[in-house]
């Protein structure tokens, strides 16, 4: 079993590589995050399962592709990179800080 500060850094691994992952806008490699089934809910209260990779990063591309078209492609890319840039600062400053 992880410990809290294991745990810590594996939960910042994801996100900053699911940040990375989504500035790319390519619903394969965010889907490569994911194990199978994965489960969705959405706002709505719906639940979606997805067996394979392929629906995985259909799912994900559909988002993507969404944003895309609304025109905010860039404006994600840059917050999710920031977000991602932040998470890996704040990843080093807690283990300087230990």
Same mark, same amino acid.
């Given at each position: 079993?992880?410990?809290?500060?294991?745990m810590?850094s594996? %939960?910042? #691994? +994801?996100f900053e @590589?699911?940040?990375t $992952? +989504? !500035?790319e806008f390519d619903g !394969?490699?965010? !889907?490569q #995050?994911? $194990?199978t089934?994965?489960?969705s809910?959405?706002a709505? *209260? @719906?639940?979606q399962? +997805?067996g394979?990779?392929?629906? %995985? @990063?259909q799912?994900?591309q *559909? +988002?993507? &592709?969404?944003y895309?078209?609304q *025109?905010? $492609?860039?404006?994600?890319?840059? %917050?999710?990179l920031k977000?991602?840039?932040s998470? &890996?600062?704040a #990843?080093v &400053? #807690?283990?300087?800080? !230990?």
């Open positions: 079993m992880l410990n809290e500060s294991e810590t594996d %939960i910042q #691994r +994801f @590589a699911f940040c $992952a +989504f !500035a !394969a490699l965010i !889907a #995050r994911y $194990a089934p994965y489960t809910l959405n709505e *209260g @719906a639940l399962v +997805f394979t990779q392929e629906k %995985i @990063a799912y994900f *559909g +988002f993507l &592709n969404k895309h078209e *025109g905010f $492609a860039s404006t994600l890319q840059l %917050i999710m977000l991602s840039s998470i &890996n600062r #990843r &400053n #807690r283990h300087e800080q !230990a």
